[in-house]
T-cell receptor
Framework: ETGVTQTPRHLVMGMTNKKSLKCEQH?????MYWYKQSAKKPLELMFV???????ENNSVPSRFSPECPNSSHLFLHLHTLQPEDSALYLC?????????????FGQGTRLTVV | AQSVTQLDSQVPVFEEAPVELRCNYS??????LFWYVQYPNQGLQLLLK??????LVESINGFEAEFNKSQTSFHLRKPSVHISDTAEYFC????????????FGRGTSLIVHP
């Protein structure tokens, strides 16, 4: 148990669907992140929230829309995705946004776009 | 900006053999270095990290990594691997003075055979 919970674990959606990924952390951390993990590629940072404010948007297409209602919850809203968006989406949290602290990851949501 | 290179995408070894997973980085400033491990169907977990001080850092399960500034490397080693060490290993680096967000390598798949 890492303290970061992601739901659902698996998701299959059509290109015209709208769905949301949820992440919850019970660690009292102030920062939360979304990463995309594709096979044999480096982890791609998508979004960073610090104290509920978005501090990084790594040139992510607008079909991905994050939401952070409080420091414990993070959502990723998905709409009109493409097959190349199929990947493992990882949520992470850390105490602060400084380089020396470790990140705690959830188990991920395996997304398949058909 | 920093970057991380993990030269080996896959490393097969037999149980009880030694292993080294290579990691090289590039950065114009001083860095923090991390190794994360991802077991099947799990998120990433911190294995060990180098922040300052002794260049040799150890994990609780027998892995160690040595920071070599002149060679800009942070290779991960274990003298005798177990079947349970089969996993994906990610090297990550963050700048002391720049971006606080760690940059991850593409991962090395360690496969331990009986």
């Amino acid at each position: 148990e890492t303290g970061v919970t992601q739901t659902p674990r698996h998701l299959v959606m059509g290109m015209t669907n709208k769905k949301s990924l949820k992440c919850e952390q019970h660690l009292g951390h102030n920062a939360m992140y979304w990463y995309k993990q594709s096979a044999k590629k480096p982890l791609e940072l998508m979004f960073v929230y610090n104290f509920k404010e978005q501090t990084e948007n790594n040139s992510v297409p607008s079909r991905f829309s994050p939401e952070c209602p409080n420091s414990s919850h993070l959502f990723l809203h998905l709409h009109t995705l493409q097959p190349e968006d199929s990947a493992l989406y990882l949520c992470a949290s850390s105490q602060d946004v400084i380089g020396s602290v470790e990140a705690f990851f959830g188990q991920g949501t395996r997304l398949t776009v058909v | 900006a920093q970057s991380v290179t993990q030269l080996d995408s896959q490393v097969p070894v037999f149980e009880e053999a030694p292993v080294e997973l290579r990691c090289n980085y590039s950065s114009s400033v001083s860095v923090y270095l991390f190794w994360y491990v991802q077991y099947p169907n799990q998120g990433l977990q911190l294995l060990l990290k180098y922040l300052s001080g002794s260049t040799l850092v150890e994990s609780i399960n027998g892995f160690e990594a040595e920071f070599n500034k002149s060679q800009t490397s942070f290779h991960l080693r274990k003298p005798s691997v177990h079947i349970s060490d089969t996993a994906e290993y990610f090297c990550a680096v963050s700048d002391l003075g720049g971006s606080y967000i760690p940059t991850f390598g593409r991962g090395t798949s360690l496969i331990v055979h009986p």
